[in-house]
């Protein structure tokens, strides 16, 4: 069972960017899922989430900016990130709680993250 995301990149002020997060393998369910980011010298910090029946939030910085969605047919969770700020740079990973099949219970995993780059 692993996490893959995809689709950061290098863009100007004020554009999008939209990151995908596909969750594989031997999966039996899938409950919340989330983005985090890093950036450089700073902790890692939690941007939204999103349960498994579609409620979401956000951090502060990123409402009305920021879109998080999830495919449950597909096994995906998705960012839109609009009106894109160079202090939205950051490594950017996708989390999420994932039963895996011939486990009891749900596991915490990570993808390996993707860079966002926020040019001024």
Known sequence: VQLQASGGGLVQAGGSL???????GRIFDINAMA????APGKPRELVAHITNGGNTN?????KGRFIISRDNAKNKVH???NS???EDTA???CNGDLWARGS???TEYW???TLVTVSS
Not at 18 to 24: E, F, G, N, Q, V
């Open 35 to 38: 983005w985090y980011r890093q």
């Open 104 to 106: 009891t219970m749900y």
């Open 79 to 81: 960012l839109q990130m």
């Open 18 to 24: 939209r990151l995908s997060c596909t969750a594989s």
């Open 58 to 62: 956000y951090t502060d910085s990123v």
């Open 91 to 93: 490594v950017y990973y």
């Open 84 to 86: 894109l700020k160079p």
């Open 111 to 113: 993808g390996q993250g």
